[in-house]
């Protein structure tokens, strides 16, 4: 069992910058590919970016590419989404997911085993 949990969400400027985490328990967070995703309201989940297990290996939403950044701390257990340059259209729950069966970084939600509860980003104009 996988638990995540999210902070670093919060109510933020159009153009400001803000840096979620994802703390994962377990021993072998190691061996898990990591992503962020996000649900704004009335709209379905998306993919917004992925990290392999060595951190050597990321992939993005064309949405967000430029603008956000993934990285994780293997030694801490964390993954974190640094989320720059924001718009209102990135208002959204984002959400950390773990998916321990694969070695690629995948963009399909099906695919991810584990997730947290969400932290709430809002961006106004």
């Known amino acids: 069992q996988v638990q995540l949990v999210e902070s670093g969400g919060g109510l933020v400027q159009a153009g400001g910058s803000l840096r979620l985490s994802c703390a994962a328990s377990?021993?072998?967070?190691?061996?898990?590919?990591m992503g962020w995703f996000r649900q704004a309201p009335g709209k379905e989940r998306e993919f917004v970016a992925a990290i392999n297990r060595s951190g050597s290996g990321t992939r993005y939403a064309d949405s967000v590419k430029g603008r956000f950044t993934i990285s994780r701390d293997n030694a801490k257990n964390t993954v974190y989404l640094q989320v720059s340059s924001l718009k209102p259209e990135d208002t959204a729950v984002y959400y950390c997911?773990?998916?321990?069966?694969?070695?690629?970084?995948?963009?399909?939600?099906?695919?991810?085993?584990?997730w947290g509860q969400g932290t709430q980003v809002t961006v106004s104009s």
């Open positions: 377990g021993r072998t967070f190691s061996s898990y590919v």
């Open positions: 997911a773990a998916d321990v069966n694969t070695i690629i970084v995948l963009t399909i939600a099906e695919y991810y085993d584990y």
